[in-house]
Structure formats: structure tokens, C-alpha cells
């Protein structure tokens, strides 16, 4: 563990300032940075402790969405009725993410901020372009089995770990973000950046801009559902997840929301295919033909081709679950 100093301001503004320190990182729950510092992959020289903010809320929204606070923890979330009810796939991934001791710790906004879970990543002994740009990728000739399908580069082939954020995507979240110039939303789809040239940018948020909240929509018309595909039944990374949102009325699909997880540097829409489902019939064969054009932009590599016909059984198979149970 390398020194450090800490600090922990009560007000947002306190701690915007805080955190404007180039050297600054925020910590909350901590049930990630806390273990990268210990394996020496984040290396702060300053802690600013956001444990204390006023930033626990859940309230409704004027449009009847939900405001999410970026401290409400993960457990608190997946329990309050309005979730439940009116976002379930949102409780169903939270759930299926991590242990309940995890659960209480993990925060929204550290959630959304979770870095990848690559074994690559965190031994420092190994190239890795997300921990030390132009060493290489590891995982590119190594054991790749849990790595992306879709959207990775040359320089990094990780995937995004978090559960959550899967289902956020697919209802259209947007995340407020909070900095000493200003507030501002970015859409879920905006916040994780794919690898490209720069993998060690997670996302595209500025030094020093903090997660204040996260924003839901109203809820969206049709069924919610969560899927996952892992290793074993308990609180293990997914192979490949499916967050889906489906309207159906006289045997038509009215409306589609997708969001993968396990596949891709982020949570991965395909809003091509969504937009074909609408108007089709809503049968086994419409689904799996949506599932193909997802697809047909894979990149696997060899210990991965697995995920893709798994992740086609799993957008056709979930789909007409939703289907056959009324839309």
C-alpha cells in the first residue's frame, strides 16, 4: 500500500473542490478501489471520502420518474417498492451482482465506476493498455474466455463488469454529474467510452466531476427482465447478460429495449435491432433474427466463441419469454 492522504468533506461543494486535485480520487464504499490500491493498480495520493453527502435520496421526479441519489446503496435500491414494482429488471440485475455483504457496501455511483475485472488488469506484472498505455494487451494471446465479443480494439478486448449498469442502459438512464463549472446529464449510453486507442479512459467523465444521481425515466410500457449467464449460480461475472424491456399487443412487438452485458467494453445496445423489432411479429423467429444482426458485428476470440451462439439462445429465448407472458 503506498501513502496517501485523506479527507472527508460533509457538502458537495466541499468535496468538488477536494477532488479537483489532479492526484484526487473519491471513494465511498470503496469495494473496488480499495482493492486495486492493494494490488497497486490505483495509486491515489489523495482520498476524498463522499461517504458523508447528503446524496441518499430516492425521491419521484416531476415526470414520474425516480431521482437515485449516488449514494444510495445497492441493497436499499433493490428493496424500495418503486424499484421493484416499476423497474424490475433493475432489482433483478442489482441482485444478481454480488453477494449481499457487497450489496451493502457498493454505492450507484460506484457501481456505474467499477473498472474492469480483467486478471490481466490487476497483475501488474502483465501488459495491460487500460493499467499502462502502450505495454499491450495481455488478454489479446491469453486466456480471453471472460473477455468482449463486441466493440474492442486492438488494444483492449476487457469487458465492463457491472450488472446494474446493464439495466440502466436498457431504460435509458441518464446520469447527473456534478463538477466545481457546473452540472450536467449524460445519457447511460454516453458514460462508459469503448477502448479505441485510449482503454484507460473508462469513461468520459473529467477529472474531478463527481456522480451526484442517477436519473430513470418514467417506467416504460411492456415487461421487464433480467438474464444472466455465468459460471455459477452465485455472484459470479457475467458471461454474457441481457437486460430487456419488451411491449407487446396483438402479437406485434410495439416497443424494444436492449442492453447486454458481458460482451463489450460497456453495456451494449443494439439500437439497430431494436428498432427492427418493432412492427415484427412477435415470435421465436423475429427475436433470434434481431439476436443475429447483434451479432453479426462479434469478434471473438478463441477461448470466447462460445458467447456467441450463447448470447443468440439468450436475446431469442428471453425475448419470447416475454413475449409468451403478455408483453
Not at 81 to 106: D, E, H, K
Amino acid at each position: 500500500m503506498r501513502e496517501f492522504t485523506y479527507e472527508r468533506p460533509t457538502t458537495v461543494a466541499d468535496a468538488l473542490q477536494a477532488g479537483s486535485r489532479p492526484d484526487a480520487k473519491f471513494i465511498a464504499g470503496g469495494t473496488n478501489l480499495v482493492d486495486l490500491m492493494k494490488v497497486d493498480v490505483e495509486r491515489p495520493a489523495h482520498l476524498v471520502d463522499i461517504s458523508r453527502l447528503p446524496l441518499r435520496d430516492i425521491v419521484t421526479a416531476e415526470d414520474d420518474g425516480l431521482r437515485i441519489g449516488a449514494l444510495v446503496g445497492n441493497t436499499e435500491l433493490a428493496s424500495d417498492s418503486r424499484v421493484r414494482q416499476l423497474y424490475p429488471v433493475l432489482a433483478q440485475a442489482i441482485v444478481n451482482g454480488a453477494s449481499g455483504q457487497l450489496r451493502n457496501m457498493a454505492t450507484t455511483g460506484g457501481n456505474l465506476l467499477q473498472r474492469t475485472r480483467c486478471p490481466y488488469f490487476y497483475d501488474t506484472a502483465m501488459p495491460c493498455n487500460k493499467r499502462t498505455p502502450g505495454s499491450g494487451c495481455a488478454a489479446l494471446g491469453g486466456f480471453n474466455r471472460m473477455h468482449a465479443i463486441l466493440g474492442a480494439s486492438d488494444k483492449c478486448i476487457a469487458v465492463h463488469p457491472s450488472d446494474m449498469a446493464v439495466a440502466l442502459a436498457a431504460l435509458r438512464a441518464e446520469i447527473e454529474v456534478q463538477s466545481v463549472s457546473g452540472t450536467r446529464r449524460v445519457p447511460i449510453g454516453e458514460l462508459h467510452r469503448l477502448p479505441g486507442d485510449h482503454p484507460e479512459q473508462d469513461t468520459t467523465l473529467a477529472a474531478g466531476e463527481l456522480i451526484t444521481a442517477v436519473i430513470l425515466p418514467p417506467p416504460p410500457a411492456g415487461r421487464q427482465i433480467y438474464r444472466k449467464v455465468r459460471d455459477r449460480a452465485s455472484f459470479a461475472f457475467a458471461l454474457v447478460s441481457l437486460a430487456a424491456v419488451l411491449e407487446v399487443g396483438q402479437g406485434m412487438v410495439r416497443g424494444a429495449h436492449l442492453a447486454l452485458g458481458g460482451v463489450a467494453h460497456k453495456p451494449w445496445v443494439p439500437t439497430d435491432a431494436e428498432r427492427a423489432l418493432v412492427g415484427a411479429r412477435a415470435v421465436p423467429e423475429s427475436f433470434a433474427a434481431a439476436a443475429d444482426s447483434v451479432l453479426g458485428e462479434a469478434h471473438p476470440h478463441e477461448a470466447n466463441e462460445f458467447k456467441v451462439p450463447l448470447a443468440r439462445a439468450l436475446i431469442t429465448h428471453t425475448l419470447a419469454e416475454l413475449a409468451s407472458s403478455g408483453g
